[in-house]
C-alpha cells in the first residue's frame, strides 16, 4: 500500500480527525490542523472495529496504526492515540503526521505540531497545510500562511478557502478574498456563506462597482457589472443558505430583509429560528412582530428574554410596554437596565419619562446623558427644553449638534428659531434642509418663503411634498395657487357655467377635511358653484362650527336661499358677531323686510363700521332709508 497515496484513499480510509465544525462554522475557533473524517465516522464508536485495528497495527500494519491513533484523538484519549500515530508518522503516512499535529497543538506544543503539519503539507494534506496555514497567522507570518492556506483551498479544502479568503480580505485584497469566500460558501461553509451575503449586501446598499473595492466589502470578477438589486438578491440567497445550516445571524439579517419587505410571516419564523438559537437581537425583534400584530403578551416575553440576555434595545421596548401601561416606576427601571447594557436611548426615554411627569430638572439631566452620547432626537430635545426655560442662547448650539447629526426635527427647529429672530435667510437654509428630508412643515415653510419671492412653479414643488405627506396649510395653499390658475368657467351652451371638479378643489376638500376652516369655505363656495348645494352647506356648517366667520355667512346665504331664513339668521348673527360685516348687513335687511326698523337700523350701523367699503357704502344707505321710515 502507497501510504503517500492521493487524496481521496486516505479519505476512505478514516485515518483523518474530524475537525471540531465541519460545517465550518466556527471560524476562527476551529480546531487547528484538523479535517473531515469521512468514513471515519461509521466506525468511531465500535468496540469491535477497534480491537480490528489495534490488533492489526500491533501486527506492523501502518494504514491500522494511522486509523487506531485518529480513532483515539477523535474520542479524546491523547494518551492512547499518540503512541500509534507516532508510529504510523515514523512510517511515512501523511494522516498520521497531520493527526500528531492535531494532537500535539491540544496539548499545548504548537511549534512541534506545526514541524508535524509541514511534513504532512508537503506529502499533499491539505488539511495539514490549513493547519500550518493558521499557525503561521498567529504567528504574524502572513505570507507564509497565504501559501499555505492556497495550497490547501486549491485542493477544495473548504476550511482553507475561508482561511484564505479571510486573510486576503484582511490584507486588502477584496476581489480575491471574495472568489475564495464564495468557493467555501458554495461547499457549505456556512460562515463563509455570511460574510459573502453581507459583502453582497454593503455593494447593494453603496452601488459600487466591484472594480473600486473598499475596506470590509468583498469584491469578484463572477459580480462585475451585476446590479445593486442583484447584489442584494444574491445576498438573500446566502442568508438563507447559512441561516439553513442554523447560522443564527445569519437568521437574524434574513428575518430582517424578509420584514422589511413586507414578509412578516416568514421573517418572523426567520427571528424565531435565531432567538431559539440564543441571538437576543432576533428575540427583541420577534417581540416588536408580535407587538405590531397585537399579542402584546407573547412579546413581552421575547423581550424580557432578550433584556435578560443583555439587550438593551429589548429593554427599552419593556420600558415603553410599561411606560403605555402608566406603570412609570417599571418603565423607568427597564430604561435603566437599557443603559446598562449600553443602550443610549435609555437615558433618552428616562427624559421623556421625566418631561411627562413635569420632572423638568431630571429631564435635563437625561437629555443631557444621552446627548453627549451622540443620541441627536436627545439633543433636540434638550434644545426645546432650554428653549422653552427661556434659554435660546443655550438651546441653539444642542439644535446644530443634532441637526449636523442628521435630525430632521432639529434642523426645522433651528428654522424657526432663526425665523423668530428676523435672520429668514438663515432660517431659510434649515428650512430647505430639512424638507429635503421630508419634513412637511419645514417644506411648508420654503413653499411660503418662495410664493413670496414670486417662484411660484418651485413654491408648487415644495408645498405638494408637504400637502402629500398631510399637512392642511400646505393643502390649502397649493390649492390657491392651483386656483389662481384655473380658467374661467366655459359658458354652457344653454346659458348658464359649465363647472368641473378640479385639482385645486380636491386639495381644498384634503385640507377642509383635515379641519382647516379657510379651505373649508372655498370647498363650500366650489360645490355651490357645480351646483352641489347639499355638499356646499356641508363645507359651510362645519367651518361655521369650528367658529369661521366667513362659514357662517354662507351658510346663512344658502339657508336663506332655500326658504329657512330662521335659521340663516341665527348664523348671521353668529358670524357677525364675529365681525363680518357682510352677515351684519343680512340682519339688518331681514329686519327691515319684517318691519322691525329699529333693530334693522341697529344692524345697519354696526355693518357700517365693520365694513368693508361696499358693505359700508349700501348699510350706510339702508341706516338713510331705515332712519326716514322711523321719523315719519
Known amino acids: 500500500m502507497d501510504v503517500m497515496g492521493d487524496k481521496g484513499t486516505l479519505l476512505d480510509t478514516g485515518r483523518f480527525a474530524p475537525s471540531v465544525d465541519p460545517d465550518g462554522t466556527a471560524g476562527a475557533d476551529e480546531v487547528t490542523g484538523a479535517e473531515a ?22 501486527a506492523g500494519d501502518v494504514e491500522a496504526m494511522s486509523v487506531l491513533g485518529a480513532m483515539l484523538l477523535r474520542r479524546g484519549d491523547l494518551d492512547g492515540a499518540e503512541g500509534p500515530l507516532r508510529a504510523a508518522t515514523a512510517a511515512g503516512d501523511r494522516a498520521a503526521a497531520n493527526n500528531l499535529g492535531v494532537l500535539l497543538h491540544q496539548r499545548g506544543y504548537a511549534d512541534e505540531a506545526a514541524g508535524w503539519w509541514r511534513i504532512a503539507a508537503v506529502a499533499g494534506s491539505a488539511a495539514a497545510a490549513h493547519a500550518l496555514g493558521r499557525h503561521l497567522r498567529e504567528r504574524g507570518d502572513e505570507p507564509g500562511a497565504e501559501y499555505w492556506l492556497r495550497q490547501a483551498a486549491e485542493q477544495g479544502h473548504v476550511l ?95 428575518g430582517e430583509i424578509l ?98 411627569q413635569g420632572r423638568t430638572a431630571q429631564a435635563e439631566q ?19 427644553l432650554l428653549l422653552g426655560n427661556g434659554d435660546p442662547s443655550g438651546a441653539e448650539p444642542w439644535f446644530s449638534k443634532a441637526a449636523e447629526a442628521g435630525s430632521v426635527e432639529a434642523a426645522c427647529n433651528l428654522g424657526i428659531l432663526h425665523s423668530n429672530r428676523g435672520e429668514e435667510k438663515e432660517a431659510l437654509r434649515w428650512y430647505e434642509r430639512a424638507a429635503s428630508a421630508g419634513h412637511p412643515d419645514a417644506a411648508l415653510q420654503v413653499g411660503v418663503a418662495l410664493l413670496r419671492d414670486g417662484e411660484e412653479q418651485e413654491a408648487e414643488r415644495y408645498l405638494r411634498c408637504a400637502a402629500g405627506a398631510g399637512s392642511a396649510e400646505a393643502a390649502y395653499r397649493l390649492a390657491m395657487v392651483l386656483d389662481r390658475r384655473r380658467p374661467p368657467a366655459p359658458a354652457h351652451e344653454l346659458g348658464p357655467c359649465a363647472h368641473r371638479r378640479t385639482e385645486c378643489e380636491e386639495w381644498y376638500e384634503r385640507a377642509a377635511g383635515q379641519g382647516h376652516r379657510k379651505a373649508q369655505v372655498r370647498a363650500g363656495m366650489l360645490a355651490a358653484a357645480r351646483g352641489d348645494m347639499e355638499e356646499a352647506a356641508r363645507w359651510y356648517r362645519e367651518a361655521a ?58 344692524w345697519a350701523e354696526r355693518a357700517t363700521a365693520l365694513g368693508p367699503d361696499k358693505v359700508r357704502e349700501r348699510a350706510a344707505r339702508l341706516g338713510d332709508v331705515l332712519r326716514e321710515e322711523l321719523s315719519a
Not at 468496540?47 to 485495528?53: I, L, S, Y
Not at 438573500?236 to 434574513?254: D, I, N, P, S
Not at 426567520?270 to 432567538?275: D, H, M, N, Q, V
Not at 366667520?549 to 335659521?567: D, K, P, Q, T
Request: glycine content about 12%; aromatic content about 6%; hydrophobic content about 45%.
Open 545 to 602: 362650527q369650528a367658529g369661521s366667520e366667513s362659514g357662517a355667512f354662507n351658510l346663512g346665504l344658502l339657508l336663506a336661499r332655500e326658504g329657512s331664513e330662521a335659521e340663516a339668521v341665527l348664523w348671521w348673527k353668529r358670524a357677525a358677531a364675529a365681525g363680518h360685516g357682510g352677515a351684519a348687513l343680512r340682519l339688518a335687511l331681514a329686519h327691515a323686510r319684517r318691519g322691525e326698523l329699529s333693530e334693522g337700523q341697529r
Open 160 to 254: 482553507g478557502a475561508y482561511a484564505l479568503a479571510d486573510l486576503l480580505e484582511h490584507r486588502g485584497a477584496n476581489t480575491e478574498a471574495e472568489t475564495w469566500m464564495r468557493a467555501a460558501a458554495d461547499r457549505g461553509h456556512r460562515e463563509a456563506a455570511f460574510r459573502l451575503a453581507a459583502a453582497l449586501e454593503r455593494r447593494g446598499a453603496d452601488g459600487a462597482e466591484p472594480d473600486a473595492p473598499t475596506a470590509g466589502a468583498a469584491r469578484s470578477s463572477r459580480t462585475a457589472g451585476r446590479p445593486a438589486g442583484g447584489a442584494s438578491r444574491e445576498a438573500e440567497q446566502w442568508y438563507r443558505q447559512a441561516a439553513a445550516r442554523g447560522h443564527h445571524q445569519a437568521a437574524l439579517r434574513l
Open 37 to 58: 473524517a469521512g468514513a471515519a465516522t461509521g466506525f468511531v464508536g465500535d468496540p469491535v472495529d477497534e480491537a480490528g485495528q489495534r490488533i492489526a497495527a500491533e
Open 366 to 384: 437625561w437629555y443631557r446623558r444621552a446627548a453627549y452620547a451622540g443620541h441627536r432626537e436627545a439633543a433636540n430635545a434638550l434644545a426645546v
Open 259 to 356: 420584514e422589511r419587505r413586507g414578509d412578516l410571516k416568514e421573517a418572523g419564523r426567520w427571528y424565531l429560528t435565531s432567538a431559539k438559537g440564543g441571538e437576543a437581537r432576533a428575540a427583541c425583534a420577534l417581540g416588536h412582530l408580535l407587538r405590531d400584530a397585537g399579542d402584546t403578551e407573547n412579546a413581552a416575553s421575547w423581550w424580557l428574554k432578550a433584556a435578560r440576555d443583555g439587550d438593551g434595545a429589548a429593554a427599552n421596548a419593556l420600558g415603553a410596554l410599561h411606560a403605555e401601561r402608566g406603570e412609570k416606576q417599571t418603565a423607568a427601571r427597564w430604561y435603566r437596565a437599557a443603559l446598562d447594557a449600553g443602550d443610549v436611548n435609555g437615558a433618552y426615554n428616562l427624559g421623556l419619562l421625566c418631561a411627562e
